[in-house]
């Protein structure tokens, strides 16, 4: 049998994501609830899987608001490939 994920074995059509996760695989989440590796809170990484581009860009933007500045500049989102 064919591999499939999640998603296409309950009948659901998987849409395209043109933004991509701000996951950098570094998921560390601080005492204030945000993850240090990517700056979003539980709640949005909970909800990335079904909100809408719109939504997954203000995600974005507020995470990146949020991530720590490391040497004067943010770190960029580096999304992690699907394993």
């Not at 005492?31 to 809170?41: E, L, W």
């Amino acid at each position: 049998m064919q591999a499939m994920d999640r998603g296409a074995r309950a009948g659901h059509m998987q849409r395209p994501m043109a933004t991509p996760s701000p996951c950098t695989g570094e998921c560390r989440v601080g005492a204030q609830g945000v993850c240090r590796g990517c700056g979003r809170t539980l709640d949005e990484i909970a909800a990335w899987s079904t909100a809408t581009e719109a939504q997954r860009a203000a995600i974005v933007k507020a995470a990146m608001a949020r991530r720590p500045i490391e040497g004067g500049a943010r770190p960029s989102a580096t999304p992690v490939p699907p394993r």
